[in-house]
């Protein structure tokens, strides 16, 4: 069922769990999130990096909405980290409802112009969209301390970017990383509470692959419904691939992809079930939910 992102996230939020966005690239990712969502009778989002979009364009898009509408459980689709007026046009165009415009590139004055414009745009298509200050990094090695700490979110510049620009909801960066943590995660909880209390809207957490448990569940604690998902199960992929492809009994093409997808779709439900997302499928059934499906099958 295709659902918008903000009725995932605000019942998630209201029922203190969060909603799983995975980063999809192709068919076999798209089949394994909705078999894993499916099996654990979870709510989940399909995210397409603008690298994924660059690669499928608008058959990709079309592929995610379609998986989406005919899913069992409530699914969003968005546009994850996009820097490109372009872009957002793009999946605006082919239906995309959830956006995220990433300005945290640019200095705080032009990620200011550039959220506020494309927030603008997206509400005009009843998009709405997720937008980023301070800047998660992906290679954290050769960054010192000190760097470390002025790429984190800042609570009141947060409060400030929120009002001017307009957005739906806020990732937060908080020592939380892109790829693999080169060493054990610390993310700054006081840091987050004090953004919780001053902002009611739905904060994200980027770069959850690697987050141990209970960083998972006191972040949920402190306001964060959804969780960004990409290395791990790339990861999976990419192993399992190479398992099939050069393991001692050759297999057949659709065998090698069933096997790909059952590695990412075990994945994807260890972090439903960290998540807490798993059985709230049907808290997600709202009239507006029931009435877009209805709309859409139409
Ligand atoms: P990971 O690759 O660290 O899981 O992060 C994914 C992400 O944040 C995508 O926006």
Redesign the pocket.
């Known amino acids: 069922m295709l659902t918008s992102t903000q009725e995932l996230l605000e019942t998630a939020r209201r029922n203190v769990y969060a909603i799983g966005a995975f ?1 999809v690239y192709n068919l076999e990712g798209v089949k394994a999130v909705i078999t894993a969502a499916e099996a654990a009778s979870s709510p989940v989002m399909l ?1 397409l ?1 603008p690298s994924a979009l660059k690669y499928g364009k608008a058959p990709l898009v079309a592929l995610c909405m379609e998986s989406a509408r005919r899913a069992t459980v409530p699914v969003s689709v968005h546009l ?2 996009s820097t490109s007026a372009q872009d957002i046009r793009l999946a605006l165009e082919s239906g995309v409802r959830s956006i995220m415009a990433d300005g945290s590139p640019l200095s705080y004055e032009e990620n200011r112009a550039f959220t506020r414009d494309m927030t603008a745009l997206c509400h005009e298509y009843g998009a709405v969209v997720e937008a980023e200050i301070g800047r ?1 990094s992906g290679t954290e090695d050769g960054l010192t301390i000190a760097e470390k700490e002025a790429k984190m979110t800042d609570p009141d510049q947060a409060l400030e970017f929120v009002h001017f620009a307009k957005v739906d909801s806020l990732a937060v960066t908080i020592g939380n ?3 693999e943590y080169k060493s054990p995660p610390r993310l700054d909880f006081p840091r987050l509470e004090k953004i919780r209390r001053m902002l009611d809207l739905p904060l994200v957490l ?5 987050l141990p448990e209970d960083m998972i569940s006191r972040s949920i604690q402190l306001g964060v419904c959804k969780f ?5 199960v790339r990861q999976a992929y990419m192993e399992a691939l190479k398992d099939e492809i050069c393991g001692d009994s050759p297999k057949d093409l659709l065998e090698i992809a069933g096997e790909a997808i059952a590695a990412m779709a075990e994945v994807i439900t260890d972090k439903l079930h960290l998540f807490g997302s798993v059985g709230k499928a049907h808290l997600h059934e709202t009239p507006y939910a029931r009435s877009l499906a209805a709309y859409e099958q139409a």
Do not use: L, P, W
Request: glycine residues 16%.
């Open positions: 980063n995210q990096h994850d980290h998660i990383v892109h790829g980027h770069g959850a692959s690697g960004n998902v990409n290395t791990e």
